[in-house]
């Protein structure tokens, strides 16, 4: 998902997601236990780039009265409404899935008490619109939690921002995604008014994508995740 969603996923690669299942990434565990010191419960959550949901399987456990989930890939979208139908995402949870093809969002302001964005940000070459939008609609008090691809430069390198990056998935199957330093996703937030409340590169384990060999950068970058935990004032 970039700020004209011109990274959307094709059918194929939609396709090479759905068989590499939901499996859990490097992240993840660290993606709840943020969301536990969180309201989540009875909260109208946004989850942004909500893929074929396992994100919205992320936050259910959790007990948000309602999420709303948007992805620029209508494949996707699909696959995260018919895994709905099947009932796979529970009762208990009031759960909408809607294709957002560009900015601004469609939604009032202050219209969600919290935001999730799972390993969305790095497909932004300008993460400050979309920031932007997801300040607006979000109520005050409300919270942001964004998992993304975070990378490090060594020095010299730093010109290799935002730039195409290609992944490799257990050597199964490629994504695309950009080079994206989570301090610039960090300075963002801050600067259209989020409080930072943590940022941190989490632990390596169980990390399930690698830089593609064929990358010709590969010894000049280190990809790890990053958490942000943010709070609109």
């Known amino acids: 998902m970039t700020d004209e969603f011109s990274l959307?996923?094709?059918?194929p690669e939609a396709e090479a997601y759905f068989a590499f299942g939901n499996a859990e990434q490097q992240g993840d565990k660290y993606l709840k236990l943020a969301l536990d010191s969180?309201?989540?419960?009875?909260?109208?959550?946004?989850?942004?780039?909500?893929?074929?949901?396992?994100?919205?399987?992320?936050?259910?456990?959790?007990?948000?009265?309602?999420?709303?989930g948007v992805?620029?890939?209508?494949?996707m979208l699909a696959e995260a409404k018919r895994l709905l139908q099947k009932g796979e995402f529970g009762a208990d949870t009031?759960?909408?899935?809607?294709?957002?093809?560009?900015?601004?969002l469609p939604y009032t302001d202050a219209n969600f008490q919290g935001i999730l964005s799972r390993y969305v940000f790095h497909y932004i070459s300008d993460t400050k619109p979309v920031l932007q939008e997801l300040f607006?609609?979000?109520?005050?008090?409300?919270?942001?939690?964004?998992?993304?691809?975070?990378?490090?430069?060594?020095?010299?390198y730093d010109h290799l921002a935002?730039?195409?990056?290609?992944?490799?998935?257990?050597e199964v199957m490629t994504a695309r995604t950009l080079a994206k330093?989570?301090?610039?996703?960090?300075?963002?937030?801050?600067?259209?008014?989020?409080?930072?409340?943590?940022?941190?590169?989490?632990p390596s384990d169980n990390n399930v994508a690698a830089l593609d060999p064929i990358y010709p950068h590969k010894d000049k970058i280190r990809i790890e995740a990053g958490l942000l935990v943010a709070r609109k004032i």
């Not at 992805?71 to 494949?75: G, V, Y």
């Not at 008014?193 to 941190?200: A, N, P, S, V």
């Open 162 to 170: 935002n730039t195409p990056l290609p992944l490799k998935f257990k």
């Open 38 to 68: 969180l309201p989540v419960t009875g909260a109208r959550v946004l989850d942004y780039g909500c893929g074929f949901g396992h994100s919205v399987s992320v936050l259910v456990p959790f007990m948000p009265k309602e999420i709303v």
């Open 181 to 202: 330093p989570g301090k610039e996703i960090v300075k963002n937030a801050q600067d259209v008014g989020f409080e930072i409340i943590k940022y941190e590169i989490l």
């Open 136 to 156: 607006r609609v979000l109520a005050p008090s409300g919270w942001l939690v964004a998992i993304f691809s975070d990378v490090t430069f060594h020095a010299g």
């Open 8 to 11: 959307a996923y094709t059918k």
């Open 71 to 75: 992805e620029p890939s209508e494949t």
């Open 94 to 104: 009031k759960v909408t899935f809607e294709l957002l093809t560009s900015l601004p």
